[in-house]
Nanobody, 126 residues
Framework: QVQLVESGGGMVQPGGSLRLSCQSS????????MSWFRQAPGKEREFVAG????????YYLDSVKGRFTMSKDNAKNTVFLQMTSLKRGDTTVYYC???????????????????WGQGTKVTVSS
């Protein structure tokens, strides 16, 4: 079993920054694909960023490229999402997700992940 705990959400002004963290309690952390999704009320869960176990670089939603950076610390079983130049449209709940053996075409698909954190709320407002 894998348990994911997110932290780092909060309120920030437009143009500001936040760093989200997601710590995993599972073993073999470095074999999992780790991703961030977000979900606004009444909308489907949206892929934001992800890192496959076989890759050091991350994949991103087009609208966050250049503003968000995802990183992974295998020693701490933790992934991070550094968010800069935040916009009001980034306001929502962010979720960490994990699963193993995901093929490339599944990384952006929420239903392919078996493990989810509880979510952390990000509010961008003046």
């Amino acid at each position: 079993q894998v348990q994911l705990v997110e932290s780092g959400g909060g309120m920030v002004q437009p143009g500001g920054s936040l760093r989200l963290s997601c710590q995993s309690s599972g073993r073999a952390f470095n074999t999992y694909t780790m991703s961030w999704f977000r979900q606004a009320p009444g909308k489907e869960r949206e892929f934001v960023a992800g890192i496959r176990s076989t890759r050091t670089g991350a994949y991103y939603l087009d609208s966050v490229k250049g503003r968000f950076t995802m990183s992974k610390d295998n020693a701490k079983n933790t992934v991070f999402l550094q968010m800069t130049s935040l916009k009001r449209g980034d306001t929502t709940v962010y979720y960490c997700a994990a699963d193993s053996r995901l093929i490339l075409s599944s990384v952006r698909v929420a239903t392919k992940y078996n493990y989810w954190g509880q979510g952390t709320k990000v509010t961008v407002s003046s």
